[in-house]
Every structure is written in structure tokens, then in C-alpha cells.
């Protein structure tokens, strides 16, 4: 393969190959936003007197706060599975990380399904929660800069922002099977029997999603760029200092570009839902019903977003999805308040557009960000930093506004100043659409 065949889009490929890649970059994406919702979901209405129990009974605001902040444990791992997997990947391959990091995120998720609660063994239960939490975060900091670039690197001629947008829809997708699976598990069981013992169902099931992706993964050849890179024995023997001696810039602007779509993210994953049943009272099976259908409006408008910024660019369809949310946040939480349940999920869907377009292009971007042999970290890392200072305490930060503010708008305009920071970082960034992805490219060039 010749650096001009990867640059032309990765060469021809069959369409076989092309749906084996896509699955394979979608089912690992799905399965490590599935581990993650069904805790952020859970930590909203029911971890805390599971795990926290002393707390939840002297003080449930300070118990729901510091349930959230568990939320963002996870993330400050992220960096170093970021380093680990991207610097193995980088040297390695993608294929293997994939795999490996599949496989860690399955089982941590599997284990908390199996935790005692703090009434069987009092302290050791928030603090093997914790540990098992770390691990979930350390091994997805490397699930999505893989799966990202197995995507584009295998993309055809200009469709990198439509393959890229597969990884990316594997958060609604997530997102579906945790709040639908949560849905039913509170409408067919009392609720004496999901605090006892419903609640595990989801994080066991788990295992079975483990299985299924780990056979597709299986059958995903290596992306063609780093077979290029293996070929011309090109690689560096240390990645990660390459990055950061050349690329530290690439990395701080991706890390910008997440945050504001990040922390929106996070406010539908986890905060309105506790928003919605504790606050407004609200009834929690009509509100996981309708988080469950504006997850679909997050889906189709992700792949819109992929597929527009292959016409139009990254910059512009970014900038379009932020300011989209910058325009909707104080109206949708006028929406909210009205604890109308149509309200409720129209507002939630509304924001799922400016959530997919500032989303959907997000895997093709920062692929064309970096050079090949240092692609991998580089994305990784600027990932886990944008979703340690964007998504990872959220729904904490937004709690604590409302409670101190007694004013939901509040929380609104922190999501707009997030909005404004990352607008500026792809304004930083420019255009990459068209950028040739190959060993001998420069990261800057254009085709």
C-alpha cells in the first residue's frame, strides 16, 4: 500500500470489509456508553442510599452531589488510558487495543453488578465502587480513539465524517439500550424489588454485550494506514514523546472543541433525569421513556453530522450543533420547569440536534488533526482532557448551581460559556476536511 492509496481515503475496499469495520467500531463504542449511562442513570435516582447510605440520610443534596462527582472519578483516568492504549496503538495496532480495552470495560461494568451495598459491608462498599469506576475510565480513555480511527482510516473517498460518525453514534445507541432497559426494568418490578435487587440486571447484562462485540471485533481487519506504517517500518519508537514535542497545540484545541458538547451530553445522560424525578417530581418512568426517545433524535442527527461535514466541512457543522445549544439552553429549561412530560421531551430532542452536528464530525476532525504515527494518542488525549473538563463533573457542577442559585437557568449559561469555549477551539483548529491521513502527510496539508 503506498502512501498515495491512503491519502485517496484508504485504497479500495469491499463492502463487506466496510460493514465488518463499521460494526466493529459501533459495537464498542455502544457497549462502553451502555457502562457508562446505566451507572450515570442509576447514580441519579438510586446508587446513592444504595452506597452512600449514611450521607443520603443526614444530608440527600450533599449524598446527590457527591453521587454525581462518581460520575467524574472515572474521567480523571481517562488521560492514562488515553497514554497507555494510544501509545500501545500506536506501536501495535488498533485492532489489539480495541480489543483489550472491550474486554476491561465489560468486566469492571459486570463487577458492580455484583458489589455488596453499604448495609452487607459498610465503608468497602463506595470504596470498591470507586476502584471498579477507575477501571471502567482508565480502559475507555483508549475505546474511542481506536474505534475512531479503525472508522476514518478505512473511509472511502470522501465519506471520513459519515464512517467517523459510526463511533460516535454509539452514545445514543448507549444511551437506548440503558434508559430503555431501565424503562422496563421500573415498569414490570416494584420498586422495592429494583432497589433490592433489579438495579444489577443492567450492569450483568453487560457480559452478554461483551461477547457479541468481542466476536464482531474479531473479524475487523487492521486500519490500513497503520499497515502502511508497519510495512515502512515508519513508526516512532516513542509516540508519545513525538506528540508532544510536535503536536501538544492539536492537542489542547481538541481538547477545547469537546467540552461544550460534552457537558450538554452529560446534563440528558445523568442531570435531568435526577432534575426531572427528585426536583420536579416527576414521574421516573414517563422521564426514562422520553430520555429514551430523544436518544434517537441524538442518533439520526450524529449521523446527519458525519455526512454534513463532508459536504460543508467540520468547522462549519461544529459551529452550527454549538450554537444550536447556546440558543436552546434557556428556553429548554423553561421547557423543563414546566413539568409537562410533552415539554420535557421536546426540549430534550431539540437539544439532541445541536448535540449530534457538534458531534457527528468529531472522530474525521480530529483524525485529520494528526499525523499517522502519532494519530492515535493524540486523539485519545485530547478526548479524555475534553471530557475530564467538559462531561466528567457536569452534572455535579450543574447540581450544585441549582442548589445554590434556586435558578435552572443558571445551569443553562454555564453550558453556553462551555459552547462559547469550544467554538473558539475549532475556530483554533480550521478547517481539516480533505487533509491526507497517509504516513508521508504533513498534518496540515490539504488535498
Same mark, same amino acid.
Given at each position: 500500500?503506498?502512501?498515495?492509496? #491512503?491519502?485517496?481515503?484508504?485504497?479500495?475496499?469491499?463492502? %463487506?470489509?466496510?460493514?465488518?469495520?463499521?460494526?466493529?467500531?459501533?459495537?464498542?463504542?455502544?457497549?462502553? +456508553?451502555?457502562? @457508562?449511562?446505566? @451507572?450515570?442513570?442509576?447514580?441519579?435516582?438510586?446508587?446513592? &442510599?444504595?452506597?452512600?447510605?449514611?450521607?443520603? %440520610? =443526614?444530608?440527600?443534596?450533599?449524598? %446527590?452531589?457527591?453521587?454525581?462527582?462518581?460520575?467524574? /472519578?472515572?474521567?480523571?483516568?481517562?488521560?492514562?488510558?488515553?497514554? #497507555?492504549?494510544?501509545?500501545?496503538?500506536?506501536?501495535?495496532?488498533?485492532?489489539?487495543?480495541?480489543?483489550?480495552?472491550?474486554?476491561?470495560?465489560?468486566?469492571?461494568?459486570?463487577?458492580?453488578?455484583?458489589?455488596?451495598?453499604?448495609?452487607?459491608?459498610?465503608?468497602?462498599?463506595? /470504596?470498591?465502587?470507586?476502584?471498579?469506576?477507575?477501571?471502567?475510565?482508565?480502559?475507555?480513555?483508549?475505546?474511542?480513539?481506536?474505534?475512531?480511527?479503525?472508522? #476514518?482510516?478505512?473511509?472511502?473517498?470522501?465519506?471520513?465524517?459519515?464512517?467517523?460518525?459510526?463511533?460516535?453514534?454509539? #452514545?445514543?445507541?448507549?444511551?437506548?439500550?440503558?434508559?430503555?432497559?431501565?424503562?422496563?426494568?421500573?415498569?414490570?418490578? $416494584?420498586?422495592?424489588?429494583?432497589? *433490592?435487587?433489579?438495579?444489577?440486571?443492567?450492569?450483568?447484562? $453487560?457480559?452478554?454485550?461483551?461477547?457479541?462485540?468481542?466476536?464482531?471485533?474479531?473479524?475487523?481487519?487492521?486500519?490500513?494506514?497503520?499497515?502502511?506504517?508497519?510495512?515502512?517500518?515508519?513508526?516512532?519508537?516513542?509516540?508519545?514523546?513525538?506528540?508532544?514535542?510536535?503536536?501538544?497545540?492539536?492537542?489542547?484545541? =481538541?481538547?477545547?472543541?469537546?467540552?461544550?458538547?460534552?457537558?450538554?451530553?452529560?446534563?440528558?445522560?445523568?442531570? @435531568? /433525569? *435526577?432534575?426531572?424525578?427528585?426536583?420536579?417530581?416527576?414521574?421516573?418512568?414517563?422521564?426514562?421513556?422520553?430520555?429514551?426517545?430523544?436518544?434517537?433524535?441524538?442518533?439520526?442527527?450524529?449521523?446527519?453530522?458525519?455526512?454534513?461535514?463532508?459536504?460543508?466541512?467540520?468547522?462549519?457543522?461544529?459551529?452550527?450543533?454549538?450554537?444550536?445549544?447556546?440558543? +436552546?439552553?434557556?428556553?429548554?429549561?423553561?421547557?423543563?420547569?414546566?413539568?409537562?412530560?410533552?415539554?420535557?421531551?421536546?426540549?430534550?430532542?431539540?437539544?439532541?440536534?445541536?448535540?449530534?452536528?457538534?458531534?457527528?464530525?468529531?472522530?474525521?476532525?480530529?483524525?485529520?488533526?494528526?499525523?499517522?504515527?502519532?494519530?492515535? *494518542?493524540?486523539?485519545?488525549?485530547?478526548?479524555?482532557?475534553?471530557?475530564?473538563?467538559?462531561?466528567?463533573?457536569?452534572?455535579?457542577?450543574?447540581?450544585?448551581?441549582?442548589? =445554590?442559585?434556586?435558578?435552572?437557568?443558571?445551569?443553562?449559561?454555564?453550558?453556553?460559556?462551555?459552547?462559547?469555549? =469550544? *467554538?473558539?477551539?475549532?475556530?483554533?483548529?480550521?478547517?481539516?476536511?480533505?487533509?491526507?491521513?497517509?504516513?508521508?502527510? &504533513?498534518?496540515?496539508?490539504?488535498?
Amino acid at each position: 500500500m503506498t502512501a498515495s492509496t #491512503v491519502d485517496s481515503e484508504a485504497g479500495p475496499s469491499t463492502r %463487506q470489509e466496510e460493514r465488518r469495520v463499521l460494526a466493529g467500531t459501533l459495537v464498542g463504542t455502544t457497549i462502553e +456508553w451502555y457502562d @457508562f449511562f446505566i @451507572f450515570a442513570q442509576l447514580t441519579a435516582t438510586l446508587l446513592s &442510599p444504595l452506597f452512600l447510605t449514611p450521607l443520603q %440520610q =443526614s444530608s440527600p443534596g450533599l449524598a %446527590q452531589i457527591l453521587s454525581f462527582a462518581l460520575i467524574g /472519578i472515572s474521567f480523571l483516568f481517562r488521560p492514562l488510558g488515553a497514554i #497507555v492504549a494510544g501509545h500501545l496503538g500506536d506501536r501495535l495496532g488498533r485492532k489489539s487495543m480495541l480489543v483489550f480495552t472491550l474486554v476491561t470495560m465489560g468486566a469492571a461494568t459486570a463487577l458492580i453488578g455484583m458489589l455488596p451495598t453499604y448495609a452487607t459491608i459498610g465503608a468497602w462498599a463506595p /470504596i470498591l465502587l470507586i476502584t471498579l469506576r477507575v477501571i471502567q475510565g482508565f480502559s475507555a480513555g483508549g475505546e474511542w480513539g481506536g474505534a475512531a480511527l479503525m472508522a #476514518v482510516e478505512h473511509a472511502p473517498k470522501g465519506k471520513r465524517g459519515f464512517f467517523g460518525a459510526y463511533p460516535q453514534i454509539g #452514545v445514543p445507541i448507549g444511551m437506548i439500550l440503558a434508559t430503555g432497559l431501565l424503562y422496563f426494568l421500573n415498569t414490570s418490578m $416494584s420498586r422495592e424489588d429494583f432497589a *433490592s435487587w433489579g438495579w444489577r440486571v443492567p450492569f450483568l447484562l $453487560s457480559v452478554l454485550l461483551i461477547v457479541v462485540g468481542y466476536l464482531i471485533r474479531r473479524a475487523v481487519d487492521e486500519s490500513p494506514v497503520f499497515k502502511e506504517l508497519a510495512q515502512r517500518k515508519a513508526e516512532s519508537k516513542a509516540p508519545l514523546g513525538e506528540l508532544f514535542r510536535h503536536n501538544t497545540k492539536e492537542v489542547v484545541f =481538541s481538547a477545547l472543541i469537546f467540552i461544550g458538547n460534552n457537558a450538554a451530553g452529560y446534563l440528558l445522560i445523568a442531570f @435531568f /433525569i *435526577s432534575y426531572a424525578t427528585k426536583t420536579l417530581k416527576m414521574e421516573t418512568p414517563q422521564v426514562l421513556l422520553a430520555t429514551t426517545l430523544a436518544s434517537f433524535g441524538w442518533l439520526i442527527f450524529t449521523l446527519f453530522g458525519g455526512w454534513l461535514s463532508d459536504k460543508i466541512g467540520r468547522a462549519k457543522t461544529f459551529l452550527t450543533g454549538y450554537a444550536i445549544i447556546f440558543v +436552546w439552553m434557556i428556553p429548554m429549561f423553561a421547557l423543563i420547569d414546566t413539568a409537562n412530560i410533552w415539554l420535557y421531551g421536546l426540549a430534550l430532542f431539540v437539544l439532541t440536534i445541536g448535540l449530534g452536528l457538534s458531534y457527528g464530525p468529531m472522530s474525521a476532525m480530529y483524525a485529520e488533526m494528526f499525523p499517522a504515527n502519532v494519530r492515535y *494518542s493524540g486523539i485519545s488525549i485530547g478526548y479524555a482532557l475534553g471530557a475530564i473538563l467538559g462531561g466528567a463533573f457536569a452534572a455535579t457542577i450543574a447540581e450544585s448551581l441549582l442548589q =445554590s442559585t434556586k435558578w435552572s437557568g443558571s445551569v443553562g449559561i454555564y453550558i453556553m460559556v462551555l459552547c462559547v469555549i =469550544s *467554538s473558539v477551539g475549532v475556530l483554533l483548529a480550521k478547517e481539516t476536511k480533505g487533509r491526507p491521513l497517509g504516513v508521508n502527510a &504533513p498534518a496540515s496539508a490539504a488535498q
